[in-house]
């Protein structure tokens, strides 16, 4: 069975655009969470969705948003990009919003210049 | 709140020694705890999980680790190091609040020398 995928890869952007980031979570897994891992740091949690509906929100601004879509399929979406936005972006799937264990993707890699 | 303190961002063992990676959590309800790896250039790989049954909880390529009220610690444990070990090491602690938040720590590398 295929895990979780994430593209693009990796992106190159400038200060001030605006960013889409998508992932595909495992078959059959109804939640997916973003997280932020900025180098040298752990994975900071940015959204939890479930049933395409927002169940958790991390400590970020309103230029990062998420939606979910029918498949359970993700996005996660950036605005006024700052150099600070530059991490790797990881996606994770679960069964429900109520397991615990999550599956991670590869992550999506965005440099800011 | 939940919080993660893994103690050394960076840990060298020989190969064939013993690895110990420890971590510390903090959290107001019984939380989930669990250890991810990290190779370079890859997401995060499951390594174990505590969920509230046995406090010694084995996972995959040799690793345990045992989940210690009293000293709210989860340290990573593996009898003999393998140079296919070094990597980034992340413990992380999980509550239900409705949904899961994961809070990870900092991360820990392991060096393995031969």
């Known amino acids: 069975d295929a895990g979780v995928t994430q593209s693009p890869t990796h992106l190159i952007k400038t200060r001030g655009q605006h960013v889409t980031l998508r992932c595909s979570p495992i078959s059959g897994h109804k939640s997916v969470s973003w997280y932020q891992q900025v180098l040298g740091q752990g994975p900071q949690f940015i959204f939890q969705?479930?049933?395409?509906?927002?169940?958790g929100r991390g400590n970020f601004p309103d230029r990062f948003s998420a939606r979910q879509f029918p498949n359970y399929s993700s996005e996660l979406n950036v605005n006024a990009l700052l150099l600070g936005d530059s991490a790797l972006y990881l996606c994770?799937?679960?069964?429900?919003?109520?397991?615990?264990?999550?599956?991670f993707g590869p992550g999506t890699r965005l440099l800011v210049l | 709140a939940q919080s993660v303190t893994q103690l050394g961002s960076h840990v060298s063992v020989s190969e064939g020694a013993l690895v110990l990676l420890r971590c510390n959590y903090s959290?107001?309800?019984?939380?989930?705890l669990f250890w991810y790896v990290q190779y370079p250039n890859q997401g995060l790989q499951l390594l174990l999980k505590y969920t509230s049954a046995a406090t010694l909880v084995k996972g995959i390529n040799g690793f345990e680790a045992e989940f210690k009220k009293s000293e709210t610690s989860f340290h990573l444990t593996k009898p003999s190091a393998h140079m296919s070990d070094a990597a980034e090491y992340f413990c992380a602690v999980s509550v239900n609040t409705g949904g899961f938040k994961t809070i990870f720590g900092a991360g820990t590398r392991l060096f393995v020398k031969a």
């Open positions: 959290s107001s309800v019984p939380p989930y």
């Open positions: 969705y479930y049933e395409k509906e927002e169940r």
């Open positions: 994770a799937s679960s069964l429900d919003r109520l397991q615990e264990t999550q599956y």
